[in-house]
C-alpha cells in the first residue's frame, strides 16, 4: 500500500493507542467509562465516584469515596501566590486562555512538578482536580470585578463550583445536574486534548505541561468551544419559531450548525440524550423554558434540513444541550468551555496516568507533498 492510501486525513477511524479508560461506539451511540455504561453512571454515581473510577479502575467502596472526597477538599484551595496572579490577568482575555496560563502557573506552587513517579503524578491528579474548579469560579468572579469565594468542606465538586461562581448556596436541583453534566463530560476516549495530552507527556514531560496542551487544544470551536458556540446561536435564534429559517440560512451560506456532528458518533451522542433531558427538567424547574425550546425546535430542524442534503449522521454533540444547561445554571456562557475542562481533568489525568504506566513516544510520520532537489542561490543573488 502506498503512503497515500494509507494516510487518512484528521486520522479519522485510525487507532493510535491502548486504553482500558473509556470506550465510545459510534455506531450505536454509546458511551463506556471502565465497563459502565454512561447512562448507567449518570443515573446512579457522582461525579466524584466517576473520578475514583477513572484512576482506580473500579467505583469506590464507602470509605474509598469518602477518602477520596476528604483528599479533594483539603486540596480544592488554591494557592495564594496563584491568586496574586490571577488578579492581574487583563478581566477581558478569552476565559480558556487565562485558564491555560492559571494551570501553566499552577505548576510553580506543586512541589511535585518535575517528578514523574506515579506516587507524585497520582498527588497532582488529585491536586489538578480539586483546584481546576476553584481557579474557573475565580476567572469568572475576577472577570466580573467580584471577590473570590473560597471552596467549602464537605460539600461536592459541583456545589462548591456554583457556590464559589454564583456566591450563593445551590439548590439540590441544580447541584444535581452539575453533577450528571460532569459526569457526562468526564472523559472521552482519544478525543483531540486528550491526546493532545498523551503525545505531549509521552516525551516525558511534566503532566502540568500536557494538561496545558490540553487546554489549548480543547479551547477550539471544532472541539470544547463548541457549546459557547451553540450558546451565541440560541441567542441569535431567539425564537423556536425562527429555527427552520435559521438553520436555512446556515447551511445555504456553507456556515456549521455548532453542537451537531461527531467525528465518531454517526448517531445521537449518548450525552446528548441525557443532558437533553437535564435541560428540560431545569426548564420547567426553573419556569425558564425558552433556551430548552430553542434547542429543541433548532434540533428537529437541523436534522430534517441536513437528512434532505443526505446528512443523515450529523445530530446533536454533547455540546448542543450543555449550553442551555450552564445556562441555566447561572454560568455565564464565555465559561461553558472551562466548566468543560473542569469536569474533564479526572479523564485527562487517567489518560496521563495510563500512557505514562506503559509510555511509548507518539511520533507518526507524514506524507511529504513539498518540492525535491531544490539548489539554495546564496541571499546576494535572490532579489
Ligand atoms: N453543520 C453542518 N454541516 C456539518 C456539520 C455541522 N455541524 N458537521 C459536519 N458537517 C458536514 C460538513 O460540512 C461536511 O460536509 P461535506 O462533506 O459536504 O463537505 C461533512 O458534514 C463532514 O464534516 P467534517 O467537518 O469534515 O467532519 P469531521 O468528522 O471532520 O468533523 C466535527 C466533526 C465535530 C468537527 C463537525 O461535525 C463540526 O464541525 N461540528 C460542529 C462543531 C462542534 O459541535 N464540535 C463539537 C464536537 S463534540
Same mark, same amino acid.
Given at each position: ?232 446561536? #440560541? @441567542? &441569535?435564534? %431567539? ?14 451560506? $456553507? +456556515? !456549521? ?95 496521563? #496516568? @495510563? &500512557?505514562? %504506566? ?14 525535491? $532537489? +531544490? !539548489? ?8
Amino acid at each position: 500500500m502506498s503512503d497515500e492510501a494509507a494516510f487518512k486525513v484528521g486520522l479519522e477511524d485510525v487507532i493510535a493507542g491502548v486504553s482500558s479508560i473509556t470506550s465510545v461506539n459510534g455506531l450505536e451511540g454509546r458511551l463506556v467509562y471502565r465497563g459502565y455504561d454512561i447512562h448507567d453512571l449518570a443515573l446512579n454515581s457522582t461525579f466524584e465516584e466517576v473520578i475514583y473510577l477513572l484512576w482506580h479502575e473500579d467505583l469506590p467502596t464507602h470509605a474509598e469515596l469518602r477518602d477520596l472526597s476528604a483528599e479533594l477538599d483539603a486540596n480544592r484551595q488554591i494557592p495564594e501566590g496563584l491568586i496574586k496572579f490571577l488578579r492581574q490577568f487583563p478581566v477581558d482575555a478569552p476565559p480558556m486562555d487565562s485558564l491555560r496560563s492559571a494551570i501553566s502557573l499552577l505548576s510553580f506552587f506543586d512541589p511535585d512538578t518535575g517528578d514523574n513517579s506515579l506516587e507524585a503524578n497520582r498527588r497532582k491528579a488529585m491536586r489538578l482536580t480539586a483546584q481546576f474548579g476553584t481557579i474557573v469560579a475565580a476567572l469568572a468572579r475576577l472577570g466580573q470585578g467580584k471577590e473570590i469565594i473560597a471552596p467549602v468542606s464537605g460539600k461536592t465538586t459541583a456545589w462548591n463550583f456554583l457556590y464559589m461562581l454564583n456566591g450563593v448556596e445551590p439548590n439540590h436541583t441544580m447541584e444535581h445536574a452539575l453533577d450528571v453534566a460532569m459526569v457526562l463530560h468526564a472523559d472521552h476516549e482519544f478525543n483531540p486534548s486528550t491526546f493532545a495530552a498523551r503525545v505531549s507527556v509521552a516525551t516525558l514531560t511534566d503532566m502540568y505541561a500536557a494538561v496545558t496542551t490540553a487546554i489549548g487544544t480543547l479551547a477550539g470551536p471544532l472541539h470544547g468551544g463548541a457549546n459557547v458556540e451553540v450558546m451565541r446561536m #440560541l @441567542e &441569535q435564534v %431567539g425564537d423556536p419559531h425562527e429555527a427552520e429559517e435559521f438553520v436555512a440560512d446556515a447551511l445555504k451560506n $456553507g +456556515r !456549521k450548525l455548532m453542537g451537531i456532528g461527531h467525528r465518531v458518533y454517526k448517531t445521537l451522542d449518548p450525552r446528548a440524550m441525557s443532558l437533553r433531558y437535564m435541560s428540560r427538567q431545569l426548564a420547567e424547574t426553573s419556569g425558564n423554558r425558552k433556551w430548552y425550546d430553542i434547542s429543541e425546535a433548532l434540533e428537529g430542524a437541523a436534522e430534517r434540513a441536513l437528512a434532505a442534503k443526505g446528512k443523515t449522521t450529523l445530530k446533536a454533540n454533547v455540546d448542543f444541550f450543555s449550553a442551555s444547561v450552564y445556562h441555566v445554571l447561572g454560568i455565564p456562557t464565555e465559561f461553558f468551555t472551562p466548566v468543560f475542562a473542569v469536569a474533564r481533568i479526572p479523564g485527562l489525568t487517567a489518560h496521563i #496516568l @495510563e &500512557q505514562l %504506566g506503559h509510555n511509548k513516544l507518539i511520533r507518526p510520520r507524514a506524507v511529504y507533498t513539498g518540492e525535491t $532537489g +531544490r !539548489k539554495v542561490t546564496p541571499l546576494s543573488h535572490r532579489g
